[in-house]
């Protein structure tokens, strides 16, 4: 006769508990910003607030939306990512959202956060889809889905770059935010208050104050830039830079070169250019803009202090006691390293670089560096100087130096 065996079954304390209960959220994205479109978020927000507050066994957490957000990128978007947070704290069951597309348009993101959600036990139901994010099939059918949501993404934004260049073709420009302007009735205002900001920098760049100089003197007043920040040397270039202060518009300066990432990229020949005359108020004059341009020009070019971080005369004058370099020890002078840093140099003889770009400006590009002559040095000790002491010149001449030439 067999023996019987006796077997038993043992439940493993790890045994998925099913809750009846849900803690449940909701997600609403909008594109673009306005009326009609703000409604339409106000109504889906409405929704599923009585959805989940009117449904059994489910319990309001929130409505989480973006308005005004692309959905091809989650990095940007603040309500998405408050809501993963939470979901991750474990303060969320359950998220309902409209459409894949509403979620997200790019394939690997909106995978990616799907995988991150189930690995934690979070379900995610697409209403028009009707695809649970938990089931067999769920992952699956998302792939497919999503791959035609980012493909619809793709195209759209190829019809809107379409339809902006044509635009750019009658000289029509899209309104953006700009310091000076303002806009009203589909035109560019000016905001007085601005643009005697925006002369006075034309004003004193062209007599010849570099950026860093006309930053400080504007960050003295109670002005910031549009996006409440002090003026550097970026933001002072840019007004310098920026043609619509004259009155007229150069289209697609920049162009988007990955639809996903929103990369940009300036337009460095790539694409086609257009350029229109008198598409704006006027702030400065054609001829200060130009004259401006032609500074610059000429600072990039022979690269000429204009900021702060400029290098440019570290090394181009030599000590006539000890050898060592020349290095700014502030944005207008010049002093020996073996003194400024190493102490080792009695010289503390001081170059003004303002001095440099005026008598050596037609052959900075030239020059290898400059010895300040020690003869020069010595008249400044029959002053009553003596070595040790902090003395500068009242002004220099291209003879106090030798030049030392490129070969």
Partial sequence: ??????????????????????????YCRISMECDKLNNSLANQISYYKDLITNTKGYEF??????????????K??????EMISDAK?????????????????????????VRMLKSINVEVKFEKENINSLSSDGELMLSILAGFAQSESESISQNERWARRKKFEQGIDQYRPMFAFGYKDGKYIIIEKEAKVVRQVFKLFNQGLTYTEIAEIINKGKIRTRNNKYFNQRSIKDILMNE?????????????????????KRNKGELPQYYAVGTHPVIVSKEEYEKAQVR?????EHKVECHKQSSWVTGFVKCPVC????????NKTLSCIGHSKYKTCGNLARVRINDLEQLFKDDIDKIDHLVLK??????????????????IFDKYKRGDFEIIWKR
């Fill in 1 to 26: 006769m067999r023996n019987l065996r006796k077997i038993e079954k043992i439940e493993s304390p790890s045994a998925k508990i099913i809750k009846l209960h849900k803690r449940v959220a909701a």
């Fill in 61 to 74: 957490v929130k409505v989480y939306y973006d308005n005004g957000i692309s959905g091809t990128d989650t």
């Fill in 76 to 81: 940007n978007r603040d309500a998405f990512n």
């Fill in 89 to 113: 704290s474990g303060k969320i069951d359950l998220i309902l959202t409209k459409s894949i597309s509403r979620f997200a348009r790019n394939t690997v993101d909106l995978l990616n956060t």
């Fill in 244 to 264: 619509k202060y004259m009155g007229d518009s150069l289209f697609q300066k920049k162009y988007v070169a990955n639809t996903l990432t929103h990369y940009t």
């Fill in 296 to 300: 610059i020009k000429y600072i990039t």
């Fill in 323 to 330: 050898g060592r370099s020349f290095t700014k020890i502030n």
């Fill in 374 to 391: 020690k003869t020069r040095f010595d008249k400044g000790l029959r002053r009553g100087h003596k070595v040790g002491d902090n003395f």
